[in-house]
């Protein structure tokens, strides 16, 4: 953080004047922050969880769109190989206490706007979405961008995009969001191929 002319450091360390809640001890959590009322009651080590002082957050997008116009051809065997890393990712960010949010282009059954953000609170939740998944996208890349700028407040988020394929206009958008101070990694096949 800046003051004036002068750089201070802050930590992420958690503050315990916001309590977040109960969940099973982990190795490696302080003993300081184990509940020993609720380890009574459950019958397991539980420890309290705070929120940390600085929120760290992250927004997965997966954009199944591979051509121009966006719902004139699909690529399943890339969605399929997208969905994998997204999981694992998913599971990477939760361990590290990333809050992490998913959106995605492609048509998901029994949800009414896929495109719209979802805040994934368990690390099952990424599963039962993208079991859910189909190749087939609902809207472009620059229109799921424009919802998520309205819905989400991105500018405090890292953005990993899954995507194979981009227009001249989204390379656009991207490049313009990314001079807006926004973090977005972009993870093509070839990345998903050779890690």
């Not at 890339?78 to 361990?95: H, P």
């Not at 998901?108 to 599963?127: A, E, F, M, N, S």
């Amino acid at each position: 953080m800046l003051h004036g002319d002068y750089r201070s450091n802050r930590l992420l360390v958690p503050d315990e004047t916001w309590f977040r809640g109960i969940r099973p001890y982990a190795y490696g959590d302080p003993v300081k922050y184990i509940d020993w009322r609720a380890t009574a009651h459950l019958g397991h080590l539980a420890v309290r969880e705070f929120f940390s002082t600085i929120e760290r957050q992250a927004l997965i997008i997966l954009n199944a769109q591979v051509c121009e116009p966006y719902w004139l051809r699909t690529d399943k065997r890339s969605f399929e190989s997208f969905v994998k890393e997204i999981v694992a990712l998913t599971n990477f960010l939760q361990s590290l206490r990333f809050d992490v949010w998913f959106s995605t282009n492609s048509a998901v059954l029994g949800r009414k706007h896929p495109h719209y953000p979802v805040k994934l609170r368990q690390t099952g939740d990424i599963r039962s979405i993208l079991a859910h998944a189909q190749p087939f996208v609902t809207c472009s890349l620059e229109a799921l961008f424009e919802t998520l700028l309205r819905l989400v407040d991105v500018q405090t988020k890292h953005i990993f995009l899954f995507s194979e394929w981009e227009s001249d206009k989204q390379k656009s958008l991207i490049e313009q969001l990314t001079r807006k101070g926004l973090r977005i990694e972009i993870i093509d096949q070839k990345e998903v191929q050779n890690p």
